[in-house]
C-alpha cells in the first residue's frame, strides 16, 4: 500500500506544479473564447466551471481507468508507474493541448488541429483514425455496461438496445439539454466509488506488491495463460489511465463550452488528473485481486469462481458488491455504468461533429444532424454485431482499439510539439513523449499477433528504428523551419 500511497500524492503533486509549468508554457489569456463568439444554442454553449469539469471528467473517464487498469495491473507494480508518469507527463499535457488548441482554432477538432499543423495528408489520415475510434468506443463501451446491468436483470441484448437509444438522443440533442444536466451527477457516482474503495483499502491495508518487490512482467511469471509483453503492451493497455487519443476527441466538446482560457488547466489537466486517481485506485484493487499476499483476492472474495480468468466487468461487480455492501455496490456499479455509456455518446456526438466540419455541413438543424449521425450508428451497428458473431470478436476490437486510441495520442502530441516550435516555446517536454508513444505504437503493430505478429527482436529492433526515423524527420524539420522564418 505504501508505493500506492506515494503514487496518489505523486498524482496530486504533478497537477499543482507540473500542471503550471504547462499551464505557463502555453500562455492563456483573456481573449474571447468561442463559447461566447460562437454561440449556437446547441454545441456552443457557455456552462458553469464546475459542470464543465465534471462533464470532462466524465467524457473522457470511460471504462478505461477501470477496465485499463484491471487488465493492466497484471503487469504488477509497474502499472503504477505508467499511470503516475503517463497521466503527468504525457496524458495530462496531450488533454490540456488538445482542449487549448480547440479553444485557439474556434473549437476546432483534432483533425482539423492536425492538418494545420502536420498537414493535408496527415488529417485526412487523423480524420479516418478519429471517426474509426469513435465508432468502436461507442461498441465497446456499451458492451461492457449492458453486462454489468444484465447482472441485475434483464438480458444484454435488452440493454444494448436501450443503451443504443439512449445514444442517438444524447447525440442529437444541445449540450445543454441531456450532458449538461446529468452528467455531473454521473461523474459524483464515479468519483464515489474510487472514493469509496480506496477508504476500505486504506482500512484494511492489504498487502499488495510494491514497487521494491520489482517491476519485471509479473503476470508472465505468475498467472498462467499471461503471455502479454511488458513493453509494448502495458502502455497500450493502460491507456486512458495514463493516456489517451480518445481525450482528443473529446476535449473540443468542452473547449466549445468554456468561457475563459484560464480554466484550462483545472478543466482539461486536472480531469485527467482525477482520472489517473481513478485508474490508480483500480489498479490497486486489481493488485489485490490477483497478487494478496498470503491468498489472492479471487481466493477471498465470495462468488468469484474464474480466479484470474475473470472478466473486468465480473471484477468490478463482485469487489463492489462485497467491499461496499448493497446500497455502496449499487453505487459503485453505476458509476462504473454511467461512465462507459456518457463516454460512448459523447464519441458519437464527437464523430457527428468532426465528418460535419469534414464535409462543411452545418449542425444547427436537427435534419443535418440526422443525415451525419444515422449513417455514423449503422456503421456501430455492424461492428457490434461482427463482435457477437465472431468468437474473439471483442476481444479484437478491444485490441485494435487500444492501439488506435495510442496512436492518435501520438499524433495529438506531434500537433503540440510543432505548435510549440512555431510558437517558439519550449518544446522539449512534449517532444519527448511524443517520440515515447512513437516507438510504443510503432512497436506494437510490429508484435501484436492481430497484426505484423513478427518475433520479438524483429519487432524491437523496427520499433527503436522508428523512433530514429522520428527524431531524424523532427531534426531536419526544425531546421527547415528556421530557414524559412
Request: proline share 6%.
Amino acid at each position: 500500500m505504501i508505493s500506492f500511497l506515494i503514487s496518489l500524492v505523486a498524482l496530486v503533486v504533478g497537477y499543482f506544479v507540473y500542471g503550471r509549468i504547462v499551464e505557463r508554457i502555453f500562455g492563456p489569456d483573456d481573449r474571447p473564447t468561442p463559447a461566447t463568439t460562437m454561440a449556437d444554442g446547441v454545441d456552443y454553449i457557455v456552462l458553469p466551471p464546475w459542470r464543465i469539469f465534471m462533464i470532462q471528467f466524465l467524457n473522457i473517464a470511460g471504462t478505461g481507468p477501470i477496465f485499463g487498469a484491471i487488465m493492466g495491473a497484471k503487469f504488477g507494480p509497474s502499472a503504477y508507474l505508467w499511470i503516475v508518469f503517463g497521466c503527468i507527463f504525457a496524458g495530462a499535457v496531450h488533454d490540456y493541448f488538445s482542449g487549448m488548441l480547440s479553444m485557439r482554432h474556434g473549437g476546432a477538432n483534432m483533425p482539423e488541429l492536425v492538418g494545420e499543423y502536420l498537414g493535408e495528408r496527415t488529417r485526412k489520415l487523423m480524420l479516418f483514425f478519429s471517426v474509426l475510434l469513435l465508432m468502436m468506443v461507442g461498441v465497446v463501451f456499451v458492451y461492457s455496461p449492458a453486462e454489468i446491468l444484465a447482472r441485475f436483470g434483464g438480458t444484454e441484448v435488452m440493454w444494448i438496445v436501450l443503451i443504443f437509444v439512449y445514444y442517438l438522443l444524447a447525440t442529437m440533442l444541445p449540450v445543454d439539454k441531456i450532458i449538461a444536466r446529468f452528467y455531473p451527477v454521473f461523474a459524483f457516482a464515479l468519483i464515489f466509488m474510487a472514493v469509496a474503495l480506496m477508504v476500505v483499502m486504506l482500512i484494511d491495508m492489504p498487502k499488495i506488491p510494491e514497487l521494491w518487490d520489482g517491476l519485471g512482467n509479473w503476470g508472465a511469471e505468475r498467472l498462467s495463460g499471461f503471455k502479454d509483453q511488458l513493453f509494448p503492451c502495458l502502455f497500450i493497455t493502460i491507456a486512458c489511465g495514463a493516456i489517451s487519443g480518445f481525450h482528443g476527441t473529446q476535449s473540443p466538446i468542452m473547449a466549445r463550452c468554456v468561457s475563459s482560457e484560464r480554466m484550462g488547466r483545472p478543466v482539461f489537466y486536472g480531469a485527467m488528473i482525477t482520472e489517473g486517481i481513478v485508474a490508480l485506485i483500480w489498479a490497486a484493487v486489481s493488485m489485490y485481486f490477483f497478487y494478496n499476499d498470503p491468498q489472492p483476492g479471487y481466493e477471498l472474495l465470495e462468488g468469484v469462481t474464474a480466479g484470474v480468468s475473470s472478466s473486468s466487468p465480473a471484477i468490478v461487480t463482485i469487489v463492489c458488491q462485497d467491499w461496499l455492501g448493497v446500497v455502496g455496490g449499487v453505487l459503485a456499479v453505476l458509476g462504473v455504468v454511467a461512465a462507459p455509456i456518457t463516454s460512448g455518446d459523447t464519441a458519437f456526438r464527437s464523430a457527428r461533429l468532426i465528418i460535419a466540419a469534414a464535409v462543411k455541413l452545418p449542425q444547427k438543424s436537427i435534419k443535418n444532424r440526422y443525415l451525419i449521425a444515422l449513417p455514423i450508428f449503422a456503421v456501430a451497428l455492424l461492428l457490434l454485431w461482427w463482435s457477437f458473431s465472431d468468437s474473439e470478436g471483442f476481444q479484437k476490437l478491444w485490441s485494435w482499439f487500444g492501439w488506435s486510441n495510442q496512436t492518435l495520442a501520438t499524433f495529438t502530441l506531434w500537433t503540440a510539439v510543432v505548435f510549440l516550435v512555431r510558437s517558439r516555446k519550449p518544446y522539449m517536454f512534449v517532444l519527448v513523449p511524443a517520440l515515447f508513444m512513437t516507438t510504443v505504437c510503432a512497436t506494437f503493430f510490429f508484435i501484436s499477433p492481430l497484426a505484423m505478429g513478427w518475433p520479438e527482436p524483429v519487432a524491437y529492433s523496427l520499433g527503436l528504428l522508428c523512433l530514429v526515423v522520428a527524431i531524424v524527420w523532427f531534426c531536419l524539420w526544425k531546421r527547415r523551419e528556421k530557414t524559412e522564418e
